[in-house]
């Protein structure tokens, strides 16, 4: 990498699998092109993790690396952990522990390597919640260190009296609706998300038939009201009406075993790639029912490929949609309103649904492509470091 290039540094619990790592992997790909960009995980993190989809060479590295290379005594406190659990994982990923806490200074360890981290580089970019442990640690040091800070928050923020907010020299919000909810932030910009497997949903045929087959492209944990949604199409749906869940979680088991007689729900498990692209081709309406999400990303990809959208009014979708003849709310966990917006998509005409379809893509093309949230992002980075003003 050339010697003169400024360095940005990609902060945040950012792990294998999710919209987080994707959105990384995504910027970081994009700020190289003018960058010397580093991601550092504050959690756990592998070579398989999602992000490295776009650059396979893309240097990272975790907190607990580099506490485990640099202090001696956390690195036998965390081999002694790490033979405890079995040896399960990489060694570095049990640095912090009961004994490195209580006896070896572990969080003043951690203020030293955030020091010097931070003296390396010319920004910090923090992609994560701003409940996110460390988060107000490497912000507070950076601006004593007068590197500049951007953050892009994840996730639906409900709570934003933190007292590193006016630090942060621009957030970047996914829409206008979660900005709203920070008082304080001087500086914010709205870039929202792109479907990363962008060229093949575009060549998806238009959808022009009438629907039957839905889909939820959820992680399978509490929080996403897949199990509540499912009971709900059951109650309504026809014999020839199909829901597919694509994705994995806490609850893909309990999930199965609940709904192993219904013929009319088939679990697929973690689909990426090529394999997610098929799937999305093959239904017919994508159901989002989760109440709480910052995008989400399955709702941009959906209508990448010009398909109908059933929602809750969550994160961005609202204003994703704002001037398509997509407008199919429920609320979260109300059956009658799902049932509502539910026979109102089964009743569309072949012609509706291709207008429709017509009216996503058009959207997502005209103000989501990949071309237009990458120069979103080069575009704000340059004005926070002050290259173009």
């Not at 931070?118 to 923090?126: C, E, P, Q, R, Y």
């Amino acid at each position: 990498m050339d010697s003169f290039k400024e360095k940005i540094l990609l902060f945040g619990p950012i792990a294998d699998y999710g919209g987080r790592e994707i959105e990384c992997g995504l910027i970081a790909l994009v700020l190289s092109s003018k960058y010397e960009v580093s991601i550092c995980s504050t959690g756990t993190i592998t070579n398989k993790s999602q992000l490295f989809n776009f650059n396979k060479n893309q240097r990272v590295f975790s907190i607990k690396e580099l506490l485990f290379n640099r202090f001696f005594i956390l690195k036998i406190a965390g081999f002694l952990s790490y033979f405890k659990n079995t040896c399960k994982g990489e060694v570095s990923n049990y640095v912090k522990n009961y004994f490195a806490k209580k006896f070896f200074q572990y969080d003043e360890k951690v203020e030293i390597v955030l020091k010097d981290l931070i003296s390396d580089f010319d920004a910090v970019f923090i992609i994560a919640q701003l409940s996110s442990g460390l988060v107000s640690e490497i912000i507070q040091l950076a601006k004593k260190d007068n590197k500049k800070v951007l953050f892009r928050t994840t996730g639906t923020i409900t709570f934003s009296d933190y007292d590193y907010i006016e630090l942060v020299d621009c957030f970047i919000h996914h829409s206008y609706n979660n900005a709203s909810r920070i008082n304080k932030s001087k500086k914010f910009a709205v870039i929202d998300q792109c479907a990363n497997n962008e060229s093949d949903l575009l060549n998806i045929p238009l959808s022009q038939r009438q629907v039957c087959n839905f889909l939820i492209l959820s992680r399978l944990s509490q929080e996403k009201g897949v199990e509540e949604i499912i009971d709900s199409f059951l109650k309504v749906s026809s014999e020839r009406d199909i829901l597919f869940i694509a994705g994995n979680g806490i609850l893909e088991i309990y999930l199965k075993t609940k709904y192993k007689n219904s013929r009319n729900v088939k679990f697929l498990g973690f689909l990426s790639g090529s394999k997610l692209s098929d799937l999305i081709k093959s239904v017919d309406c994508l159901i989002i029912p989760s109440p709480e999400e910052s995008g989400p990303l399955v709702g941009i990809e959906s209508m990448c490929a010009g398909k109908i959208v059933i929602s809750t009014r969550v994160g961005a979708m609202e204003e994703r949609l704002q001037g398509t003849s997509n407008d199919y709310w429920f609320d979260y966990n109300d059956f009658k309103s799902f049932e509502k917006v539910f026979f109102e998509v089964k009743d569309l005409k072949e012609l509706e649904v291709k207008n429709i379809s017509i009216e996503l893509r058009r959207k997502y093309i005209e103000e989501y492509s990949i071309d237009i949230i990458s120069n979103k992002y080069l575009k704000i980075v340059e004005e926070t470091l002050g290259i173009c003003v």
